[in-house]
């Protein structure tokens, strides 16, 4: 969550971001996930704090975190979880 400007600030340091299921269901949340680059996005479950439907978020459940970002970045979901990925090798670099 945030502001545009805190985004591109938060990349001008090389920040990654990483994303759970709530934060793509909102206009502003949606907004902020297509303004980050492929290259910054990780995924987070949140859990047990942050529930899809009456199911506790966990990393079973990543997938739906997945398939809502390949919808707000117009991607295939193969696409998104690979880049997703290469993201977590390089951020452990």
Same mark, same amino acid.
């Given at each position: #969550?945030?502001? !545009? &400007?805190? +985004?591109?600030?938060?990349?001008?340091?090389?920040?990654?971001?990483?994303?759970? *299921? #709530?934060? %793509?269901? #909102?206009?502003?949340? /949606? &907004?902020?996930?297509? =303004?980050? @680059?492929?290259? $910054? !996005? !990780? %995924?987070?479950?949140?859990? @047990? *704090?942050?529930?899809?439907?009456?199911?506790?978020?966990? @990393?079973? +459940?990543?997938?739906? %975190?997945?398939? $809502? +970002? =390949?919808?707000?970045?117009?991607? @295939?979901? /193969? %696409?998104? #979880? /690979?880049?997703? *990925?290469?993201?977590?090798?390089?951020? !452990?670099?």
């Amino acid at each position: #969550s945030g502001s !545009l &400007k805190n +985004l591109n600030k938060a990349l001008e340091y090389g920040y990654y971001f990483s994303i759970n *299921f #709530s934060m %793509t269901n #909102s206009i502003n949340g /949606q &907004k902020i996930i297509n =303004a980050i @680059p492929m290259d $910054r !996005l !990780l %995924t987070e479950s949140d859990g @047990p *704090f942050i529930h899809i439907g009456n199911k506790i978020n966990s @990393p079973e +459940l990543m997938n739906l %975190t997945i398939e $809502r +970002l =390949a919808n707000i970045k117009n991607l @295939p979901t /193969q %696409t998104i #979880s /690979q880049q997703i *990925f290469e993201n977590f090798k390089n951020f !452990l670099k």
